[in-house]
């Protein structure tokens, strides 16, 4: 079945430290794969997404690659802010209906 | 601007009493669907709905009730056979047969059994 691994968390860092998010994904066929961000007490937002193998999402600074040769779309940023601080969740899309990680809770100390 | 609108924000529940969560989308998505997250947790699919009228049990829809009569509206209704129902409520929606779209979410509802 279709089903995505994120790294688990949480993660600290200091400010304008870099950022990776490892995310791998087994699903059949051709899925597209996003990144939602969700900042406390809000629903999740669309950081960024790709839909076809070797495409980069970005948005933000963030940036994402889909690798489909090692089945992975690893969330990455050079250097990131105390306002970055949020849970990260990947996900895929197979049909309209996606599959999430469990997601990853990023904190960014000044 | 579209979106979907979740009410209330916050709700509070005595024991033995149903509650029902209001979300509203005017993106003209034929689905919808209701998740629970509790602290520290993922996302986990109470029901879903791709057409109106329809809908499907995901994974934990016990204790939980919808219904779809319009496209816009997909309220959820916690019941009273729902034992832990603190909770924060999201609901999505996305477009219909588009893999590429991903979903747009409300803001979320805090429940909380007082």
């Known amino acids: 079945g279709n089903s995505v691994t994120q790294m688990e968390g949480p993660v600290t860092l200091s400010e304008e430290a870099f950022l990776t998010i490892n995310c791998t994904y087994t699903a059949t066929g051709y899925p597209s794969l996003f990144w939602y961000v969700q900042y406390p007490g809000e629903g999740l937002q669309l950081l960024l997404k790709?839909?076809?193998?070797?495409d980069k999402g970005s948005n933000k600074g963030f940036e994402a690659t889909y690798r489909k040769e090692t089945t992975s779309f690893h969330l990455e940023k050079g250097s990131v802010q105390v306002s970055d601080s949020a849970v990260y969740f990947c996900?895929?899309?197979?049909?309209?209906?996606?599959?999430f990680g469990k997601g990853t809770k990023l904190t960014v100390n000044p | 601007d579209g979106g979907i609108t979740q009410s209330p924000k916050y709700l509070f529940r005595k024991e033995g009493q149903n509650v029902t969560l209001s979300c509203e989308q005017n993106?003209?998505?034929?689905?919808m669907y209701w998740y629970r997250q509790d602290p520290g947790q993922g996302l986990r699919l109470i029901y879903y709905s791709q057409i109106v009228n329809d809908f499907q049990k995901g994974d934990i829809a016990e204790g939980y009730s919808v219904s779809r009569e319009k496209k816009e509206s997909f309220p959820l209704t916690v019941t009273s056979a729902q034992k832990n129902p603190t909770a924060f409520y999201l609901c999505a929606s996305s477009a219909q047969g588009r893999k590429d779209y991903g979903y747009t979410f409300g803001s979320g509802t805090r429940l909380t059994v007082v």
């Open positions: 993106l003209n998505h034929d689905a």
């Open positions: 790709a839909t076809k193998a070797d």
């Open positions: 996900a895929l899309g197979r049909s309209e209906k996606l599959v």
